[in-house]
């Protein structure tokens, strides 16, 4: 007995499993798409049978397909999204087609669970059709857009509450560092004082524009092209469908969509892809340098910048016994590259589309979930791994402000440049202080200076106090 059944397309006869729910279709993409061997995402496709029972609910109550018929469908559609037959869903992420062939992967799925279901036999589409009823009223051109922006609002959605949670995690540091004052860098060189917290309070605040930019992704792909089958006309859709058929999509994903106001427009041109790219390239960006940040300030531990101390997760080297290296920062590095290089393929896939329709949505919705993904785990380990666990080194914080000849700049307003400028150099030479050359030179008194080099009143903007100029500014 044969392990194949035969059947047809347009393109002519072919061997499809005997026991499998996919058709021919489906097949021939296999053949044709053997390209990242990874299997189709999860969300993605849910979110295209969730376009199905919509559709099939619609054409029903527009007179267009049986009570029966769109109970089997959507039958079928519940049946999907609690997991069953997904094995049949066998077409790669990246291929030609606009993706057609996933449109008809699944086309073809629920039609024969439909057609078993009432009565019929895998591969005869005699009760449900894969064109004729699962994808009544659709194109492939509206179904795979408002399919992957449906997957991507949740994956979006999950980013945003993981990335609460790292902005909750830099507050609570920054409130812990508050009182640790340490010396600023510009240029990797010594500056000025500041306190580790307004450090991370201020990565705090990047993090929270960063949160705020995905509620725009997130609208910007809320508007659908559903109904406008192949190039926005909506041949082959009843008006009434046309009119109903996202407000019904929106009951059932949980999602406020909203139809494209020209789905022709919203056919032919995908900028909304290239602005949700661009706001995970730039969150990418923001964590890649805190994370080249945190790497500089816990270099050492004894012959580095040592700062601050991250939790030791691993080994860092096969050769050099109990060495540990900023692993979590690391990794954070080397998503953000991969989401940078992402946005850079949804950009140039997004300007390829000719006319009427873009035939490149496959690989940018890939790329696109790929980026989400990966920013959520990274910004999780970050967190977790790193963030939660980091320590100051609060002595040699304070040993190196006192000693740190960028103190001079806090005296320039009392003592003029130039004075400065003598001090700095004397610092230099002979390895005395700040402190005890302005004493020893007599150009302040000890109270003055006391007042001046205040260091937690350093960190905190304000005015020049004539109380603390000396007699010599003053009398100008």
């Given at each position: ?9 347009s ?13 021919a279709?489906a097949?021939?993409a ?9 299997k ?6 849910d979110?295209?049978?969730?376009v ?7 054409n029903?109550?527009?007179g ?23 094995e049949n869903?066998i ?20 039609a ?7 009565g ?8 449900v ?12 051109n509206d ?7 449906i997957?991507?609002i949740?994956?979006f ?5 993981e990335?609460?949670?790292l902005?909750?995690?830099?507050e ?8 640790v004052i ?16 307004q450090e991370?309070?201020?990565y ?10 995905l509620?725009f992704a ?10 406008g ?7 082959n859709?009843?008006?009434r ?20 106001d020209?789905l022709i ?9 290239v602005?949700?790219s661009s ?16 790497r500089?300030?816990s270099s050492g531990?004894?012959?580095g910048v ?13 050769i050099?016994?109990?060495?540990v290296?900023?692993?979590i920062?690391?990794?954070v590095?080397q998503?953000?590259?991969s ?8 950009a140039?896939?997004v ?9 490149f ?10 980026s989400?993904?990966?920013l ?13 666990g ?9 040993r ?10 806090a005296?320039?307003?009392h003592i003029?440049?130039?004075?400065c ?15 005890e ?8 008194s000890?109270?003055e200076?006391?007042k001046?080099?205040?260091f ?21």
């Open positions: 007995m044969s392990d194949y059944r035969l059947e047809h397309d393109i002519g006869e072919i061997q499809v499993s005997k026991d499998a729910y996919y058709g279709n097949v021939r296999r053949e044709n798409f053997r390209i990242t061997g990874y189709m995402d999860s969300k993605f496709r979110a295209i049978v969730e199905k029972k919509a559709c099939a609910i619609e029903e109550k527009v267009l397909i049986s009570e029966e018929t769109k109970d089997a469908i959507v039958e079928a559609c519940d049946e999907m999204l609690e997991g069953k037959y997904i869903v077409v790669d992420p990246i291929q030609g087609g606009a993706g057609t062939s996933f449109n008809m992967n699944i086309n073809e799925i629920l024969n669970i439909a057609n078993v279901s009432l019929g036999e895998l591969g005869v589409y005699d009760h059709h894969p064109n004729d009823d699962v994808n009544k009223g659709q194109s492939t179904v795979i857009p408002t399919s992957g922006k997957a991507l949740r994956y959605e999950e980013l945003k509450a990335s609460e949670r902005l909750a995690s830099f609570k540091k920054a409130e812990e560092f508050a009182d340490k010396m600023g860098r510009t240029q990797l060189q010594d500056a000025i004082p500041i306190s580790l917290g991370f309070r201020a705090s605040q990047v993090i929270r524009r960063d949160i705020n930019r509620d997130i609208k910007s792909l809320s508007s659908v092209n559903l109904g089958t192949a190039i926005g006309t909506g041949l859709a009843d008006i469908y046309v009119k109903e058929i996202v407000g019904l999509l929106s009951e059932i994903t949980g999602i406020n969509l909203v139809q494209n020209d427009d919203g056919t032919q041109n995908l900028d909304c892809f602005y949700a706001i995970l390239k730039t969150f990418a960006v923001d964590l890649s340098k805190i994370s080249n940040d945190l500089l300030m531990p004894q012959s040592g700062d601050i101390k991250l939790p030791a997760r691993q080994a860092g080297s096969s050099m016994p109990g060495k290296n900023p692993v920062p690391e990794v590095n998503v953000a590259f989401v940078i290089g992402n946005d850079m393929t949804v140039i896939a300007e390829g589309g000719q006319l009427e329709l873009n035939a949505e496959p690989v940018i919705f890939y790329k696109l979930f790929e989400l993904k990966t959520k785990g990274a910004i999780y380990t970050l967190r977790v791994n790193c963030l939660d980091i320590e100051a080194n609060r002595e040699s914080l304070q190196r402000v006192e000693q740190n000849i960028g103190l001079v700049t005296i320039a307003p003029g440049y130039e004075a400028s003598y001090i700095a150099h004397e610092a230099q030479r002979t390895g005395k202080s700040v402190r050359l302005v004493l020893e030179k007599n150009l302040l000890e109270d200076l006391n001046i080099l205040n937690k009143e350093m960190t905190k903007p304000g005015i020049i106090d004539e109380e603390h100029l000396s007699k010599k500014d003053r009398s100008k």
